[in-house]
């Protein structure tokens, strides 16, 4: 089973911030937070990852909380192309991803 | 272009009937990853492979096999054992917990 809790759904307005929220309170001392989102019919598409620090690259960044109880991903500037199911992602005890539903979000001119 | 192919895109079962889904990839990834996704739900592990010539079984194996006997190579059997095999399915490699997907395959039941 899924061990992060994300929000069924969101809305952005086209050209403001995008804010996912993710919480991951099992999360253990050296296990990362992935972040895939996938649009519709399509494979899902890596984003980014982190442990403890903030991260950024050309998609994203990703903000996590001292305690690591959770996270936040932020789309800077959303388009219309970011409309995409985003899954906050942590691995099992074999460190193998376990997908949860994941966030809707629907991005609007 | 470096990447990872799947095919057939849609795929048709007929009852009692096998069926194998195509995964390569030329990423040099030595893991590689078959997920089933059921409508409106998360992806869900079926089995999973880190070297040629090995695989383990992940959360739902049942009803399906494996191979991995080239590097580049994945295949998925659905076998007639599985009795709910509609779904969307996809392959990935990966290096640690880094994965890149395929586009998919449907598989569809007559």
């Known amino acids: 089973d899924a061990k992060t809790t994300q929000p069924t759904s969101m809305d952005c307005a086209e050209g403001r911030a995008a804010n996912l929220p993710c919480n991951h309170s099992t999360i253990s001392g050296n296990e990362y937070v992935y972040w895939y989102r996938q649009i519709h019919s399509q494979g899902p598409q890596y984003i980014i990852h982190?442990?403890?620090n903030n991260e950024t690259n050309e998609m994203a960044s990703l903000i996590i909380t001292e305690d690591r109880k959770s996270s936040t991903l932020i789309l800077p500037h959303a388009t219309l192309r970011d409309t995409a199911v985003y899954y906050c992602?942590?691995?099992?005890?074999?460190?193998?991803?376990?997908f949860g539903a994941g966030t809707q979000v629907v991005v609007t001119p | 272009d470096g990447g990872i192919t799947q095919s057939p895109k849609y795929l048709f079962r007929k009852e009692g009937q096998n069926v194998t889904l195509s995964c390569e990839q030329n990423l040099n990834h030595d893991a590689m990853y078959w997920y089933r996704q059921d409508p409106g739900q998360g992806l869900r592990l079926i089995y999973y492979?880190?070297?040629?010539?090995?695989?383990q079984k992940g959360d739902i194996a049942e009803g399906y096999s494996v191979s991995r006997e080239k590097k580049e190579s994945f295949p998925l059997t659905v076998t007639s054992a599985q009795k709910n095999p509609t779904a969307f399915y996809l392959c990935?490699?990966?290096?640690?917990?880094?994965?890149?997907f395929g586009p998919g395959t449907r598989l569809l039941v007559l």
């Open positions: 990935a490699s990966g290096i640690l917990e880094t994965q890149y």
């Open positions: 992602v942590q691995t099992d005890s074999w460190g193998k991803l376990q």
């Open positions: 982190g442990l403890k």
């Open positions: 492979s880190q070297i040629v010539n090995d695989f």
